[in-house]
């Protein structure tokens, strides 16, 4: 049910996009207002792929590799 | 006199403003520029894990700290910029990562636990995109080595395209493919012949190996040793196993504050997709060694949105939702507020919580039957759910932090729990260099 709820308001958020021009864009570009993961949660998401049973979707590996140990 | 002075400063001011013409428009001539360092990133972690079940022992708990594991992983990533002829902007990225572990299980690939129980990972990566910023369109390619320890080697190689939007908006496409060669260690009470090997029709060379990656040959004549292959190299026997993924994302500035991302993967598996040396036991006491479908789709979908609230608080939030062909499906929600002290100094607390349904060839130690055909006793397949809680702290003043190129510095640390009893910490730190 949250993961519906979650798509649904993804979806209208995005239907409802307001033209945000370059110099609106200062908290927009804040570097901690990044879409992607840091750098310094890289061997983080590793370990997680490693321990359980689901990976990718996240910026991270979805194969490759062993992590057998 | 007034007048005087106005009109030589304004004709002083014309000059300038003519000279400051021409240095624009010589400056403005485009000229490539040729690729040139950027950035470098530096990350460290420490990894400590403490668990009682271990895929390597069939997941059995009389072994106490059986699944104790470290890990001191060391990367750094380099970025070159620069521009060409047709004002494309090229980006290079090297990077490095060399991990070093220890894990308790290891030396139970021996069957008497005496075998090295630790060993080294080392992946380097390089990474090329060309991105038109007229055109808002990119393209970029990559490859992936890995060796590890126990495993041989991984090679990855990729492709991506991606396209802005005038609505400030994004679509990227990627293909990865790896071709990995898994290195058939058994556990010590299973020895391998390898048939190909026989000097002669009735010999035949038993290749014994252990967790420490060394091998020893034995020459048998009819069932009995006679004695040790000095004539042959021992080598391990490999096999494949390939992950495709085609994964596409869709990232949207939805308005000043907030902004959004969908992405999308689908994988395919194939090849052995077990561990050799992951055992399991049986009902009757037997074991064996684990054995999975050569197959295996995965299909993770997950969305990301960020909200800067107010001046000083940013809410980066995260959901995925997984499925695949073998049973597993899970579901990932992560939520993490970083406050921001000053406009350069920010804390990030951070909490995680991850679920999954088994796999359904998963049984825990001593359940597993010998008519059933697949079977594994690996936890990561089990249903559990974990949460993982911490903070970060980001340093980013813009004269550096000491010297003028270290620009960030972040430090993060993190506690994992699971369910299965398993407990680790990891705390990781990085640092940039511009």
Redesign the interface.
């Known amino acids: 049910m ?2 519906y709820g ?2 649904l ?2 979806v209208f ?2 239907a ?5 021009k370059e110099y ?2 200062s ?2 570009n ?6 992607s993961n ?7 998401l ?3 792929s ?10 991270g590996k ?5 992590g ?2 | 006199m007034k007048k005087l002075s106005l009109s030589v400063i304004g004709m002083y001011l014309m000059m300038a403003h003519a000279f400051s013409q021409t240095n624009a428009t010589d400056s403005t001539g485009y000229k490539p520029k040729k690729l040139k360092l950027d950035e470098i990133n530096l990350v460290t972690s420490y990894y400590d894990q403490t668990a009682d079940k271990s895929a390597v022992m069939g997941g059995r708990t009389d072994y106490k700290g059986i699944a104790d594991v470290t890990d001191f992983a060391n990367g750094i990533d380099v970025t070159f910029i620069g521009w060409d002829k047709k004002q494309r902007k090229n980006t290079l990225a090297l990077g490095l990562g060399v991990d070093y572990h220890t894990a308790a299980s290891q030396a139970y690939v021996d069957s008497n636990g005496t075998a090295k129980n630790n060993g080294t990972r080392i992946y380097p990566t390089i990474n090329w995109t060309r991105e038109n910023e007229q055109k808002g369109t990119s393209f970029g390619i990559g490859a992936y080595y890995s060796a590890e320890h126990n495993y041989y080697h991984s090679i990855g190689l990729n492709g991506s395209v991606s396209k802005k939007n005038k609505s400030n908006g994004e679509f990227s496409f990627k293909v990865v493919g790896f071709f990995d060669k898994i290195n058939m260690i058994y556990p010590s009470e299973f020895y391998p012949v390898d048939s190909v090997k026989n000097s002669q029709s009735s010999d035949s060379i038993v290749y014994r190996t252990s967790a420490s990656g060394q091998t020893q040959a034995f020459v048998y004549n009819n069932g009995q040793l006679v004695g040790n292959s000095k004539n042959h190299k021992p080598e391990t026997p490999t096999k494949p196993r390939n992950t495709y993924t085609a994964s596409l994302a869709f990232s949207q500035i939805i308005n000043q504050r907030l902004q959004g991302s969908v992405e999308m993967d689908l994988v395919y598996q194939t090849g052995y997709l077990g561990l050799p040396f992951h055992r399991v036991y049986y009902n009757t006491g037997k074991d064996t060694i684990e054995n999975l479908p050569s197959q295996r789709f995965k299909l993770p979908i997950g969305f990301r949105l960020n909200y800067f609230l107010g001046d000083k608080i940013i809410i980066r939030s995260y959901y995925r939702f997984y499925a695949d062909s073998w049973g597993l499906v899970s579901n990932t929600a992560n939520l993490e507020v970083p406050v921001k002290i000053t406009p350069f100094f920010s804390i990030s607390p951070f909490y995680r919580f991850y679920m999954q349904t088994a796999a359904r060839y998963f049984a825990p130690y001593a359940v597993h039957t010998e008519q059933e055909q697949y079977f594994t006793s690996n936890y990561a397949l089990a249903a559990f759910n974990s949460n993982l809680f911490g903070a970060g702290l980001r340093l980013a003043p813009p004269r550096g932090i000491f010297t003028n190129s270290l620009r960030v510095l972040e430090l993060r640390y993190g506690h994992y729990t699971q369910t299965t009893d398993l407990n680790a910490n990891i705390i990781s730190l990085n640092l940039t260099f511009k």
């Open positions: 949250l993961r979650f798509l308001f993804t958020s995005m409802s996009c307001a033209h945000v609106q864009k908290r927009i804040d570097s901690e207002m990044s879409l840091r750098h310094v949660e890289k061997n983080e590793n370990a997680e490693y321990r359980e049973g689901s990976s990718g979707a996240n910026g979805t194969g490759g590799g062993c057998c140990n």
